[in-house]
Structure formats: structure tokens, C-alpha cells
């Protein structure tokens, strides 16, 4: 198969000069390009782009200026003769005026950068603030996109989140471990992090040896412990020590002293957060027992 190739020629564009002898100086160029053109002229017309510059030019053919390879004869001549004339046009007036619109698109850019940049850096000090553990800013360094590179935060030392999903040291919160294709990371950055999946972890991020967070059933106990309403009694019948949330009655046997709680209360026990009193306080119910407390640790685990 044979290949055609045609070349499409763009139309000029259209002049819009801002001196009176444009048409007088396009005539002799006109006349002048009807001759051969010769290698020295083609050098000077290099030469007068050159030394006058693209805005000069630019002023001088009405229109923004390609460069010599890209230009006309007619273009060239009139380079060559507006030099010699030492003419010093004014800009198009389309030509300052785009300029104005670039300038203000540019300026307008700028700002919504800065503005971006500002709100990424004030999520990020509170997305540190509130994970309170130590955390580097680490670019993908093989994808990148209008913005730029996704920044991702990455932890100094291993972290867990939720009930067990672990979050590798140096490696992006984001990252499943394990996963086939791991992000190329770059060495820590003076940026904030800018990957909204990093930035949502930041706030369930905790380190590897600690407990997790409490589960709703958890937090609603230790909301009864942290109220006074949760004993240690000893029944009468049985006279073993029984954990009872005595702000409410139980259905079963005994059910006057409130509802048992001995099982989940030993499971926060073991997990620091709660602690029982050494010496007897009065129940709600007017009943004797040891009341159950909050540590700093089960204060820490209901407000965070």
C-alpha cells in the first residue's frame, strides 16, 4: 500500500498593526519576495529576528510571530525593511489583550494553587495532630498527574487500624501489604500528604502493640463505668462477686441488684481501661459494693 502525504498549509493570520505605514511596508515586501530568494537573505531576515527579538516582530508583522522557519517570505522581507526603516512599532492591540487575558488566567491559577496548598497543609497538620504518631511524606514516584505526584503518608514504624489491617513502616497508609504491585515510593518530601485514602487512615491509625479501639458495645459499657453506675456485688445467695450495671434491673434471678456485665467488664479490665475500686461505695440502689472505674488508657479509648 502506498502512502500519501499532504501537507496542509495554515492560513495566515489575520494582522491587526498598530502603526499607519503597514500597508506601504507589506507592498515592498511583497515586491521584494518575487525575486529568488538567496541564502544571504535568508541570513539577514535570521539576523533582524534575532537581534530585534519576537515582540518587535511581532509589532511589526501585526500578528504573533512564528520565527523566521515558520514564516513567509513576505513576512521575512518585512522584518528586514522595517529594520532598515528603524521603525519601532507599538504591540497589536489583540496581542495585548490576549497577553492581559493569559496574564490573568495565570494569576488566577496561582492563587487557586496557593489556596490548594493551603488547605492541603491544614488537613495534614490536623490528620497528624490526630493520628499522634510519627509520620513521613513520600511521593509516588511512578505515576503523576495534572497536579502533580500523589504524596502519601507513611509511617516511621508498623501500625494497625481497625481490628487488625496492618500499615507497614515506609510503605503509604493506603497500601494493602502484600499487594502484587507495589507503589513506587521516593524518599520523605517537605509536603504535605495529599491522598485522601492516607488521610482518612490517619484518623484510625494506632501503633501495633496497642489495643484496639473500643467496638460500640464496648463504648456503651464504658460509658456506664464512667458514670458510677458499675459494681462488684456479692449476693447473698451466692456470695461470689458478680459485676452489675445497677443503672438498670435484670428479668433474671436477682435482677433488683441490675444487670450482669461480669464478662464484658473483665474484657475491658484486660485490656487497661477500666480498674475497680479497693474500698466499698454506695449503689443507686443503696446496695454496698466495689465500684468500677476508668483508667487514663479507657478515658483515652472512649474520647478518641
Known sequence: MRRHVVTALLPRPVPDPAYNTYEMLRTDAERKSRGPLGPEDLKSMYEVADRRGNDWCTAVLGHSFPGIDRSSSVDGWMLVLADAMELDPPLPPSVVEARKRRQEHEELLAQKTKERQE????????????????????????????????????PTDDLVSGRSRKHPADRGLCETPGRSNPLHLSEPVDAPAN?????????KVRPANAPAPPTAAEKKLLELIKSGVVFTLRPGRTNQPIVFDTSQRSTAAWGHLGRKVSAAVKKLEAKGWVVVDEQFSRTQADGMGWRWRLTDAGTAALEG
Open 119 to 154: 488547605r492541603e497543609k491544614r488537613r495534614w497538620d490536623a490528620a497528624v495532630a490526630a493520628a499522634g504518631v510519627e509520620m513521613t511524606v513520600r511521593e509516588n514516584t511512578r505515576h503523576s498527574g495534572v497536579g502533580g505526584s500523589l504524596r502519601h503518608a507513611a
Open 195 to 203: 491522598c485522601h485514602r492516607c488521610l482518612d487512615y490517619m484518623e
